[in-house]
């Protein structure tokens, strides 16, 4: 016996190494192996025929690029129609720039529109009605709203050569449910989602970029300064030989200031000074005596912070970062409405699920009924009446945890569309979807993979910050290039002295030469005097000069130049990483949708089976020829099912407004417009297409003994 079990396990190794040894020569060989008939090949592995490339992303030439993103709307959206880049000036109130701005207090309670969807102590809710809703009152999209505002606050900085606070673009996922996995990091400024310095950690657990590095620019908002003063003083006598009285001095001081640079890297100071001074001493000439002075100084850097560009190139970088939060709040509707649309589908899911839960719990209330009125009448045994009742109980059970589900669903739901929820009637009205999926195949399904690619890289808001990060990358490292420079800065100045005054009784002159005017001293006069004396040349200061500073081995220059290069490259890659990213994303969402739809019709076709092979078990155990435990089975069968058909339902809805996040076409397919999104007021309702009217689940078809043929399989490819 053990030998004729050797001898059998010996020849089938013996089978299975020809067998195998015939594949690895028909590899060897280059051959490929048929399918079996009738049964289809494997797409996964199906060898890919020969094509051009359409596209690349790494600058290779002669294939076509990318395309550049595009920014499909207007520039500088904003939330109100004030202009924060370009506030209060001197022409039209002259205190007007030294008065605060306030701004206007957020909207905290609920639209209008909300209070129509209200009926009977419902809110029958629409998915154009939750993304409406979402547009005018969810918290993640109104604090995006104000970053608007607050970029173009960096560009008021910027034009008077102030340093850039940066703007926040990440995106704001603070709603409940209905997250996303799609890409949505974009690397702004500033972003929370993506940073371009990677995830290390400086000093204080803080990582600082060269974004915005090189020499600061000068001030080119002008400076005034004045400082006006009154001083008297007495000093005791007998200090020296010279001064055996005391003395006071009263001494009066008006001096003023400007000063201002300009984008070609000069700055301009004019002081102004003046004095009148009174005294006792005999050695003071005059008194009182005026004094004037004044001094125009201008320097030019000629190295390090030399001309308009490295100068004005905070507003350029302002600019972007304006151009970045746009399309950061357009990514930020774009994931939100998403979002929405996956807190109503799970709310549809679960609403049907209590649908679903509430059937079963029927057919087994049913079952039990009708085991005890046979057990009163002695056909049935107690055993299956006890089966039945714990099928209600499990049910009913269910039904609550359903039930439970479908409160929560309603709270995220609300949560995600309302402002207020103190409103007790609104806070506990139940929300009845009235919309449900459509299975028809949406155009991006029977688009080229290549075209769809390219949509997505010009429309994709993360694409296109990446891209517009880079600019400001590229501005960092000629600025850091020029921070590497010596400072060199040549200076020219002229001013004049002016002074005038009466000759002090006590003084020496006036004892010396009382007989002459004014005791033999010029400048007689007042304070008109020393003013003109300033100002006529009479006695002038002027000069030129330059001054050099060279810091011996740079160090921190060239650190800093060289991590500008390096977070430049790094950003470099974060763009190569979101085509890729993109790419796979976008060809794994179109397969999804087919995917998706099939799982759709065969969960029907198993809904449809367990539907019709329960209606049959049920009228065999009314003719006394099948048990209570075959119904039971049957019911449960069903059960599973129909929540199968509610998974693969919700599945499709969410990886539909998936494919349609990628490719960045969620506002212009539902016709939402983005200045009005922006503004928060909208005054047209979105129009989402694929929706239809909820349904009851048919009743089980009759069995024949003619079923229809099955459809024909095709792959994706295919399709």
Known sequence: MKAGTLQGA??????????????????????????????????????????????????????????????????????????????????????????????????LSNTPHLNDLLRDGKVYLSLSDAVLLALENNFDIEIARINLDIADTDILRAKAGSTLRGVSTGLVTNTLGGTSSTVTGGGGPGGTTTSSGGSGTGASGLVLSTNGGGPVPLNRDPLVTGTLQYESAIAPGGTSIFNPNSTTTDTATYNFGYQQGFLTGTQLNVSFTNSRVTSTSFLSAYTPQFNSNFKATVTQNLLQGFGPWIQGRFVVQAKINRRITDSAFRQQLI??????????????????????????????????????????????????VVNSDQAVSTDRQSLVTSQSNLEYQQLVMKQAIVRDLN???????????????????????????????????????????????????????????????????????????????????????????????????????????AFSGAFNNSAPDRGVGATL?????????QADQA?????????????QQLYTQTRIQVINGQYALTNDRASVVAAQATRDYQAQALEAEQKRFRLGASTTANVLQQ?????????????????????????????????????????????????????????????????????????????????????
Not at 352 to 373: F, G, H, I, M
Not at 704 to 716: D, G
């Open 10 to 107: 010996a020849g089938v190794a013996l089978l299975f190494m020809g067998t195998l040894g015939q594949d690895v020569a028909l590899a060897q060989a280059g051959q490929q192996q048929a399918p079996p008939a009738g049964v289809p090949a494997n797409a996964a592995t199906t060898p890919a025929a020969p094509q051009a490339q359409q596209i690349t992303t790494t600058g290779t030439p002669g294939i076509p690029q990318a395309p550049e993103p595009a920014h499909p709307g207007p520039l500088f959206l904003r939330e109100t129609g004030k202009d924060y880049s370009n506030l209060k000036s001197h022409w039209k109130n002259p205190i007007a720039p030294y008065t605060a701005t306030d701004y206007n207090a957020p909207r």
């Open 335 to 384: 994931y939100t409405i998403t979002q929405v649309e996956s807190i109503y589908w799970n709310l549809v899911s679960a609403y049907e699920d209590v649908q679903a839960k509430t059937r079963a719990l029927e057919q087994s209330t049913k079952l039990a009924a009708d085991n005890r009125r046979q057990l009163e009448i002695g056909t049935l045994a107690p055993l299956d």
């Open 423 to 529: 409103d007790p009637q609104l806070a506990t009205a139940p929300v009845v979807p009235t919309d449900r999926v459509s299975l028809d195949r949406l155009p991006e399904e029977d688009t080229p993979i290549e075209d769809l690619v390219k949509q997505a890289y010009v429309n994709n808001p993360s694409i296109e910050q990446a891209v517009l990060n880079m600019q400001t990358n590229k501005i960092t490292i000629r600025a850091e290039k020029n921070g590497l420079l010596p400072t060199l800065n040549a200076y020219a100045f002229y001013g004049g002295t002016g002074i005038a005054g009466t000759a002090n009784p006590a003084s020496s002159a006036c004892t010396n030469n009382p007989t002459l005017p004014n005791c033999g001293l010029g400048n007689y006069g007042a304070y008109g005097t």
């Open 549 to 557: 500073s060279i810091p011996i081995r740079n160090r921190p220059a």
């Open 563 to 575: 991590r500008s290069q390096m977070e430049y490259r790094q950003a470099q890659m974060r763009l």
């Open 635 to 719: 019911e449960r069968n069903l059960a599973t099912a129909e929540n199968t058909l509610i998974t693969a339902t919700a599945v499709y809805a969410r990886d539909r407004a998936s494919l349609q996040q990628l490719l960045a076409n969620t506002l212009e397919r539902y016709n939402i417009n983005l200045e009005q999104a922006a503004s928060g007021t909208m005054s047209n309702a979105p129009v989402i297409p694929g929706l239809t009217a909820p349904k009851d689940p048919e009743a089980p078809k009759p069995l024949t003994n003619t079923p229809p043929p099955l459809p024909p399989f095709q792959t994706p490819q295919q399709k």
